[in-house]
């Protein structure tokens, strides 16, 4: 059965050109992977980091995309094992801009680009995924605000899949400019700019 699948994604850079690292990373997920279309871009929000400090700050945005996945053409209906072959087409665009798979977790890198959260795009109907390299929802998506904030910017009555909270009532109890991590660190964040309508600039708003 073909199925329309809402994707919402992380997109984070603290490396090189930040600005232009977004922007490649929109553009190529919108053009390199078949039946994946980007549909909006929140704002782009400019956070420390949550690992070593002794590194840039970021640049994170969210995406929705909607995958278009075509169960006649792939001979099957949808399965975990296609949602995890969307993660690794995703991480090759990672690489195409320049990150390189080695860098340690938490560390600095040209860009990130996490599945977030997956739902039936007619229906609503949340997905929820356990495999050993792709969690559905992400595992971390409750301790980042630099995450929650973008997201709910796309879509303000989001939940969890697993757990029904409103992501709102998540993002209102970390703190409002600066956030514990799960290794002690304090982390800030704030508005830094948003993308123009054909998504080939972002406009700083500070």
Not at 170 to 199: C, H, M, P
Request: with cysteine; aromatic share 6%.
């Amino acid at each position: 059965m073909d199925i329309d699948i809402d994707v919402y994604l992380g997109l984070g850079s603290n490396l090189g050109d930040k600005e232009g690292n977004l922007l490649k990373a929109v553009s190529l997920i919108d053009s390199e992977i078949e039946g994946l279309k980007v549909i909006a871009v929140s704002s782009v929000y400019i956070t420390s980091p949550v690992g070593g400090e002794d590194q840039p700050d970021f640049l994170n945005c969210a995406v929705l995309c909607r995958y278009y996945y075509n169960a006649k053409k792939a001979g099957h209906n949808l399965s975990d094992s296609d949602l995890l072959n969307l993660l690794f087409k995703l991480k090759s665009i990672e690489r195409l801009i320049g990150r390189i798979p080695e860098e340690k977790r938490w560390g600095a890198r040209v860009i990130d680009i996490d599945m977030l959260l997956l739902f039936e795009a007619e229906s609503g109907k949340k997905i929820v995924i356990n495999l050993p390299d792709l969690k559905i929802p992400h595992a971390e998506l409750k301790n980042r605000l630099f995450v929650l904030l973008p997201l709910l910017e796309l879509n303000a009555d989001m939940t969890c899949p697993v757990t029904g909270k409103s992501l709102k009532d998540v993002s209102d109890k970390l703190a409002d400019k600066f956030v514990k991590t799960e290794n002690g660190a304090s982390q800030k964040i704030g508005l830094y700019g948003r993308f123009n309508e054909s998504l080939t600039e972002i406009t700083k708003i500070f």
